[in-house]
């Protein structure tokens, strides 16, 4: 079994982005990387990522902060998940970003793996 191969990116899941977004910016210097208007609003920390993410943007359900961790297998992990007690929520196609997989550990808390888009083969 392989291991994620590192911490994609931690969200929080807002009702209100902007508000938020100032409050990040201001109370933490948070430096914005990427914005796509209010839906996601994202900041560059370290080898990582930290975003805003509107309701919209979020798996169903999910309310509070998502991990997110990049692998090279949606497949072999829905299966581990599955079989580890976990439930597979669903994968969303993000076209040249890649591919989420959301998931529910045994807890309830939901989680994301993100595989990247294979580069087109030249």
Known sequence: ????????N????????AELH???ESALGLTL????EDRWIQYGVGNT??????????APATSGVVMVFEVDDLVGAAGRVAASGGEVLGMRDMGAHGTVLSLRDPEGNIVQLFKRQSAPAS
Do not use: G, N
Request: aromatic letters at 12%; charged letters at 35%; hydrophobic letters at 40%.
């Open 1 to 8: 079994m392989e291991s994620p191969k590192r911490l994609q």
């Open 10 to 17: 931690v969200f929080v899941v807002a009702e209100r982005p």
């Open 22 to 24: 100032s409050f990040y």
């Open 33 to 36: 990387k990427f914005r796509d």
């Open 49 to 58: 990522s930290v975003a805003l993410a509107c309701r919209e943007e979020a």
